[in-house]
């Protein structure tokens, strides 16, 4: 017996502790409706996170892809602005053309005329 009274104090509050713990580990697990609602909220947690990796590999993806087209277009447009005459040749022409026509009213190739061209009847 001779045991000192604060020791034996600190071996209680010790115990005290590891009993609680103990109890609150045997609530748990006796506590069905808590564990299978955890491992549902785990389990939930699992697939939104691998939902959201594949969102967002496709959408990587899709960003490529677009960026892709997005260049083609580019490409195409400028091959469509280079092969598109310029105003000033576009006025040119115009006025060839004009020129052309007032030289030839008729609008018959020259030298032919409608009568020219069609066989007699």
Do not use: F
């Not at 009993?19 to 389990?43: I, P």
């Not at 030289?103 to 032919?112: C, L, V």
């Amino acid at each position: 017996m001779g045991q000192d009274p604060s020791e034996i104090r600190r071996e209680i509050e010790e115990t005290r502790e590891r009993m609680g713990d103990t109890v609150e580990a045997l609530a748990y697990k006796a506590d069905v409706k808590s564990r299978a609602k955890d491992s549902v909220n785990e389990k939930v947690d699992t697939v939104k996170s691998k939902v959201t990796g594949a969102k967002d590999s496709l959408l990587g993806t899709v960003s490529d892809k677009a960026g892709s087209v997005s260049d083609s277009v580019s490409g195409a447009a400028g091959s469509v602005s280079d092969a598109t005459p310029s105003a000033h040749d576009v006025k040119r022409a115009a006025r060839r053309g004009k020129g052309v026509a007032q030289e030839n009213p008729s609008g018959w190739p020259s030298g032919r005329s409608p009568s020219a061209s069609s066989p007699a009847c």
